[in-house]
């Protein structure tokens, strides 16, 4: 932390589509910042009202997290889904039969695909091949693109979490003949269920282009009103990423509104451990916070109608205020304040899910390490100060029905923000 | 809220009930294929009409039926779902080697994603569903059924995997009908449609449990319903014959998902709960593939075969098993299976000697 | 103790304290002294149905299968009345240890194959008289190693847990745990005597056994009367070391008599200024004090010629620096010095108080001090202490337990230097009847209040408050016995065999009460 003598302060944004919120932290006190009798239009303002708070209170603003999630969601639900023409490619042995299994089960999800291929591939979830990558087919499937409209593509193989080959080779394929193409594909999240791992690819692809024109607004407003202060972006499971990063992986921004609503109603109450019930139009759901950090699952997120395999706030419904069990707390506070107040307080968090084959307890131990390994590497690639990642949960259970010793591995990490110098924003792939 | 619909059918509306109602009988099953199993046989059914749910006592005795299941592991079953066909496929390809034609179907388990397998059949058949089944739950190996005990032979069997490809099984005593099956899933590419046991509805009368296909969507519309946990396990009470052993905080996950605890990974996973009301025991639940013991201060409460479920307390619903933390509530419930697994020998094979837990069920002592 | 008492089974203590249980891990252990009476080796879960109370059971194969089985045979276990449950580590996990609690039955946790440990069990449980005989010869061992009394009453505290253990020595706790000494219900205390090298008492081992466990207070008294040679040993060892350091002392101060120019003894020299001397280096390393103002305290016996033994040197260095750990006691000759180094030569609160403190001590020993003045540097110390040395002597007229500052000791000091005891001698031989006379004190009290009243009978009357003709009549006594006040020639040697034979004889020199 910057040791210069007026202390530290961190301020969260919600933006909205029309609409925003924001809200400074200073010592663990948090306060709304007032945006103007118009209400603020546009990020500028908004960042630049923080500003003015922030130098009001005599403090200096170290980090600003924003939370964009309704402005993508929006824009998934919403937008026109022909502004990004996005494709999906299945790969796996046999083309769905049933049009319904060629289909996303969510419409929200299947709007936003233009056009749709199978190409013939595949592996298991152990990583072996269950047919061989169909080159024709592969090479027919590059032609079709390169005289259509998409520029966005989702590749999703099925065992791509285990073994990527076949998803490269199609990713290859696509690029050496469409440089310009962005390309998401399903091994870059991880996550179990072919089904959600379409999903998150597509909205990943999809949202992208959005992504980036709204983290580029940002930075550019932040070196214009706040130069000096470090620029994150919301997760979902109530963490942050950074910018660059944020841009490449939208579908991580998702649903960071409901765990920045946790998050920030555990702070204001005080609580590192703690049930909430918070209120929602459709009726109450409660979420969870332990350790400080808010209790994910890769479930669905509620309008988007199908899982994904980004971690989000595990929400249930709650029967009602008059059914709370002891040691409940609904939050009274401004519901928008307790989102800015959760992105405020916010830190660099990953995960992964994955699932692997253990021999004897020596491989287990090593398998572990190597998961816990990465996951820290991705937790310090988001934002954390180097050294401070940590794992917080580590759940290793065996699957059923299957081979012996197949495991489910799941980490989370977390890790203390970093909020010295502005990295270089790099564009990275993954 | 009524029983099955009066005039015995299963419709695209009933799905999501079906899949909560599978879940009952098998919490080992997450929710990874929930969305896109309910949203496509909601709309198979919907193309397809209702599939007509019959007890065996009112078609007549000679119907061929041959029963279905997914085989393998649901993990593999979300991460390559089928086409489409595998389940149609693979009663063409047993009615094709016996020269004949199946009139009807029947679950070979009504639980878990299983019970979805005869409904898709029975749609793209056009033939009823029988409401009958060979396990009344699942168990782990295929010949764990009623119809094994009855003297019907599981085989011929077609395994249709996702990948095109199929194997058909013959074998000249049940036992060995799973273990040549069993690698061959693996290949097919971790599951498989299976089509088994192919016999006659007459037989099912004697051979098979009657009503569980009902009975499971009932429990499953009862779950559906569910606001508030007691109400709840009052509810499937009267549908199941559940009991509630203890309501406790779980406190420990031992074994696999506690990484200083690992010997062998094979080892199955334990849940620890502290019991707090009543006697605050601790209750210790021993997970094989499905909960197979539950210990209360150490002496054994319920074993398989009874049924063990977890329900989460302040959500009032079913806790699956790969997603209990320390620190939540849950009631334990028991719900009886079928009388005749009671049996020694039905307990020899399916009971918690069988698991590896070499304690006498509590049921016989 | 009869011999025909059958040999009470082990204690579950007991057993945790003997191969092979000695390196199990203790998962839970309600209560310690229960009692084991037998060894079952369980391979199924079945058999510990089958259990008897008071079994000490240990798990294997089958029955070790899992946290199950070991719930399980937990749960069959207390219901079946048994001592113990023992596991291998790695079957058992935290929640074992939750139920063993909750079940309330001990719970062991072990690295070796259950089936040797029950072998090697079952021969300790079937004869335990054995087994405590090995145990003792353990101990024993343990405690042969130990040369410091802290190390002793740890081994006895470690052999004995949960028992407290103390050493007790002039009613004071001086090793141990003092719950040992201290009266508690529902605990009996076990007492065992301890001796010094001279055959007298030194101190006592006391335990604090649990109530009507007479087994237990039978063995801790055994385990007790075991310790003793060691603390013997131990004692020894502190008072050759304490005598090592006294005689280290003593040179040490010597030297820096020598250093400061003055006399070992009483002498000629007139001490060197103070500026010349310097403090020495080496002192600091003893922890002495002697560079700034300095104010000594000489500490000598009651009667001069008393014995100055070892064992008193060890008291009083333990007494004296009790509060005062930085303040050296030095052995000088019959008596010792010890001082306090200031920077304010008025400061006398810290002496006060310590000589208020160590009046009780003084007094029990029969031991007068004498303060000096203050003075600075070395040689001013060793000034101070030969004023401290002279007003310690003038300090024996008043008592035991007696303070005598120099600040008010004028020439009458010089009093304080008769060799009483010599003196004595010569009246002994040259007076012999006057020794021998039934009526001695009077007279010598008389002649004395004479010679003192330079020859006035009528004031040595008012000073000894008797009549005159009293005087009169014992003066003449004392003519009689050879005390010829008339000879000039002897009036001096009179006067001064008078005085000293009256301090030696404790005679009142004045009409107020005898000195006690």
Known sequence: MDPRSPPGASAGVLLRPRGAAAALVVDGRAAPVALGPAGASGPRSVLAAAGAA???QGVL?????????AVLLDAVLHGDAAAYPTAAVRIVPRPASDPALGRSPAAAVERLVAQRFTVSGGHDLLGHELCPLDRDQLARLCETLRRGEARHLAIVAAGSQAQPEHERAVADAVQAVLPGCDITAGSEFGGQGLAAREATAVLNSWLRPLARSVVDELEQAVADVLPGTALR????????LLPARAAELPAAALG????MELRGAAHLAGRDDVRLVLRRRSGAVSGHVRRGLVVVRSAQLPDIGVELVVPTAALAHHPGAADRTEGELAPREDPDLTVCVGAATSRPTSWLDEVAVIGSAAELDRVRSEVERRATAIATANGARPGTAHVVDLSVVAVPYSPSGTVRIRVRVAGEPDTGARPEPARSTR | MSGVDPDGSIRAEDVTALYEGAKFYSPAVGDASRTWLTSWVAELLDRNGPVALVRPEALPPSTTAISLCIIGSGFALADLPPAGDEFALAVERVARLQRTRFEAVYPLAAATVSSFAPVIAAAQLGVPLVDADGMGRTYALIHHTTMHLAGVAPTPLVAQGPTGESVLVDVLTAPRADRVLRANVDTLGGWAALAAYPTTVGT??????????????????????????????QRLGAVTGCRRIGRGRITGLEHLSRPTDVTIPTHPSSVVVDEVDGRRRQLRIELRSEVVAVLADGELVAAAPDVVNLVDVSRAELATLDSLEPGDLVDVLVSPAGDLWYSPEALAMVGPHSHGITLDHPGRR | MSRHRPAQPLTLSELLRTDPLRAAEVAYVPDPLRVVERVVLAETVERVRRVTPHAVVLLHAEAATGGWSLAAALHLAWERNASAVVVPRQVAGASSAALAQRLQMALLLVDDDPVDLALGLAGHVTAPASARAARKARVAERLAEQATLRGVLGVLNDELAPVPVALVVGGTVTAGRTAAARDRDGTDRVTVPVDGADGRAWGQLVAAVPAGGSETAVQAAAVLRLARPSLLAAWAHSRLESGASAAHEQAAFALLRRQSGQPAERGEHAPREASDVEAPAWSTGLGWRVAGVNRAVWIAPGQPGDEVPDELTHLLRAAWQRGRPDWPLVVQGEGWTSWYSGREPADVTPLRRSLADFARTATAHRLVLGVGRAHEGVPGLMRSVAEARLAAQVAREEGPGAVRWFDGVGATAA?????????????????PELVAAHDREAVVGAVLAVLDCGGSLGRAAERLGVHRNTVLTRVGRGRALGLALDDADQRLALHVLCHALATRWGVATTGSAPPA
Do not use: F, I, K, Y
């Open chain 2, 204 to 233: 099912l009368r004697h051979a098979a449990l009657t009503g569980t296909m009902s009975r499971l969507l009932e429990v499953g519309r009862v779950l559906l319903g569910g606001n508030d946990a007691d109400l709840l396990e």
């Open chain 3, 415 to 431: 009093l304080a230097w008769l060799p009483v005891g010599d003196l004595a001698q010569v009246a002994e031989l040259c007076l």
């Open chain 1, 256 to 259: 960071a509104t409901d765990a």
């Open chain 1, 233 to 240: 972006v919301a997760r979902g499971d109530g963490g942050h």
């Open chain 1, 54 to 56: 922030a130098r009001a």
């Open chain 1, 61 to 69: 603003l170290d980090v600003v997290t924003v939370d964009v999630s």
